[in-house]
């Protein structure tokens, strides 16, 4: 009797913890998360990989400057956008030095060293980083930024030479 009564009680707290798993992580799901991966590698010449955290609250800010100012949205054009979130754990694909990688968002954004948020990754169609910037950027800098990536400027001058002669700091 005490054996059923412990099977009882055993499958009853397995059926509540199915209930209370979220959608998004219930092992239904999981199958389906693995192949619905993240893509993150370029179509265009040139990408933007913002990696976020939860409780950025300049994330959130960078997030609102994307979606309300029009020469950052302008910018933005001619340059793909991703984002992924460090406390993330779903599987992306991605190609940062030439070579494709599947990992979750958390150990992308640990590889890439992107320890502090927003943090702005800036790369090319082959994966090669030609920027990395630590915090947020006000948008008119920030337009100023993809400016320099996008016109290739990076190759010939420093971020700041460029920013200074460009008026934009």
């Known amino acids: 009797m005490s054996f059923l009564l412990t099977l009882l009680l055993a499958l009853f707290i ?6 209370n798993t979220p959608a998004s992580e219930s092992p239904k799901n999981s199958a389906q998360t693995k ?15 913002i990696v976020e955290s939860k409780s950025c ?13 029009t020469a950052l949205q302008e910018a933005l054009k001619d340059i793909d956008l991703y984002k992924i979130l460090y406390e993330s754990y779903k599987p ?7 070579k494709v990688v599947e990992m979750s968002e958390n150990e992308l954004a640990k590889t890439l060293n ?24 006000y948008p ?24 200074k002669k460009r008026n934009c700091a």
């Not at 609250?57 to 100012?69: G, P």
């Not at 992306?92 to 030439?98: D, S």
């Not at 502090?116 to 994966?127: A, Q, R, T, W």
């Not at 996008?150 to 190759?155: M, P, R």
């Open 114 to 137: 992107a320890l502090s948020f927003p943090n702005l990754i800036f790369y090319d169609k082959e994966g090669n980083i030609i920027l990395q910037i630590p915090g947020y950027v």
């Open 92 to 98: 992306v694909k991605a190609n940062f030095g030439g």
């Open 140 to 163: 008119t800098q920030l337009v100023c930024i993809i400016d320099f990536v996008k016109t290739e400027a990076y190759k010939n001058e420093d971020l700041n030479t460029y920013i």
């Open 14 to 19: 397995v059926s509540c913890e199915t209930q």
């Open 57 to 69: 609250i300049y994330c959130k800010q960078l997030d609102k400057d994307i979606k309300t100012e």
């Open 35 to 49: 192949t619905e991966r993240k893509v993150i590698i370029p179509q265009k010449d040139y990408a933007l990989l």
